[in-house]
């Protein structure tokens, strides 16, 4: 087993610790005598969640490959991406995405079970993601949902990928929810936002789990307010005219999105209302099951919105994972 003990540290870490030199770091599981089981729960977040992508990356680097991943919402997605051998083609068009392409998914509806109908979406993550069944992925696999008619908790671990991620991020208000097996299914961040139990569940003696909300009030509205500001100042002079007497997606984001003169569009309070759920439930959660290494990439600044910014996400999640390399080693020793 190396020893990263006696390494000089580098840089500072989120809390002013310092990390090793990623550079230097090597965990190479083969020298662990007795290979322990190893989960991954990977936390619902929305555009935060372009951090799993670096996590999931630096864990490849260190020769940590988990035998479990679990995944809610847009963990779902990066980690099937991941053990489906996608994950480079995902990372592509997470970095690829603008402001303005970001509309060109956004199918605005009004008057169906949710705001955006998803198709675009759909037809992108078949784009990058082949049919897949689930029971055919190297490691196990678990996309947390939630039934809306009961709020119980359903774990997906076969079927289609695709599907089974689609559940697993349909939003309520944003996405409409999606029919499997005779049940109505949406986002199981509403019930396990970083789903440690289901790793446990299936048996893994070390559970790695990755949050998204540890850092998340503050600055929300008001850059939500700006960015839509933006994204409607984009389209030039004469928006309004342009539109011919109908909405545009881009128009219709701006006053779902936008914050009036006496309070913040209804997009907003939806996006700001899940992101104080999230957290709360998270902190409930992870305090009654707790993991054996948590990560918190520090992306609480970014709106969950902003999809344009995986760059900064990504690297935010290989931080994260630096920043817990002690932690990783002496998990991984300890319960070997």
Same mark, same amino acid.
């Not at 083609?89 to 109908?117: H, N, P, Q």
């Not at 009030?217 to 309004?240: H, P, S, T």
């Not at 959660?285 to 990439?297: C, F, H």
């Not at 690297?315 to 390399?325: C, E, P, T, W, Y």
């Given at each position: ?21 990623? %550079? ?6 083969? !020298? ?13 977040? #929305? ?23 679990? $995944? ?51 037809? @992108? ?23 809306? @008619?009961? +709020? ?26 999606? @029919? ?7 986002? $199981?961040?509403? #019930?396990?936002? #970083?789903?440690?139990? @289901? ?29 839509? !500001?933006?994204?409607?100042?984009? $389209? +030039?002079? +004469? ?39 999230? !957290? ?7 305090? +009654? ?29 290989? %931080? ?17």
């Amino acid at each position: 087993m190396t020893d990263i003990s006696d390494q000089e540290p580098s840089d500072p870490g989120a809390d002013g610790a310092k990390t090793p030199d990623a %550079n230097t770091i090597k965990l190479p599981l083969a !020298d662990i005598p007795k290979r322990p089981s190893i989960g991954l729960a990977l936390g619902g977040g #929305v555009a935060r969640g372009w951090a799993h992508i670096g996590v999931v990356q630096r864990l490849d680097e260190l020769g940590i490959r988990p035998d479990i991943v679990a $995944g809610t919402s847009v963990g779902a997605l990066v980690g099937g991406c991941w053990l489906a051998g996608h994950l480079p083609a995902l990372e592509e068009w997470a970095r690829s995405l603008t402001k303005t392409r970001m509309l060109t998914y956004f199918d605005v509806m009004l008057g169906g079970s949710g705001i955006m109908g998803g198709k675009r979406l759909e037809k @992108a993550l078949r784009r990058y993601l082949p049919a897949t069944d689930i029971s055919q992925l190297p490691q196990k696999f678990i996309a947390v949902t939630c039934e809306l @008619a009961t +709020g119980h908790e359903i774990w997906l671990m076969d079927g289609d990928l695709a599907e089974a991620i689609q559940a697993a991020y349909a939003l309520p208000g944003i996405f409409p929810p999606r @029919a499997h097996n005779g049940r109505w299914l949406i986002d $199981g961040a509403l #019930v396990n936002p #970083v789903p440690v139990s @289901a790793c446990r569940a299936l048996g893994a003696r070390v559970v790695i789990a990755v949050g998204l909300h540890a850092d998340a009030f503050g600055q929300g509205v008001m850059q939500r307010k700006n960015k839509f !500001d933006q994204l409607a100042d984009e $389209g +030039g002079e +004469g928006l309004e005219k342009a539109a011919k007497g109908k909405l545009t997606e881009r128009l219709m984001m701006r006053r779902l999105f936008h914050a009036g003169q006496n309070a913040p569009g209804v997009g907003s309070v939806m996006l700001a209302s899940f992101n104080i759920l999230m !957290d709360r439930v998270t902190r409930a959660r992870i305090a +009654g099951e707790p993991p054996d290494v948590l990560m918190t990439p520090q992306a609480g600044h970014i709106p969950l919105l902003d999809f344009d910014r995986a760059d900064e996400l990504i690297k935010l999640g290989r %931080n994260a994972v630096d920043h817990q390399i002690r932690e990783l080693e002496s998990a991984l020793t300890y319960l070997a």
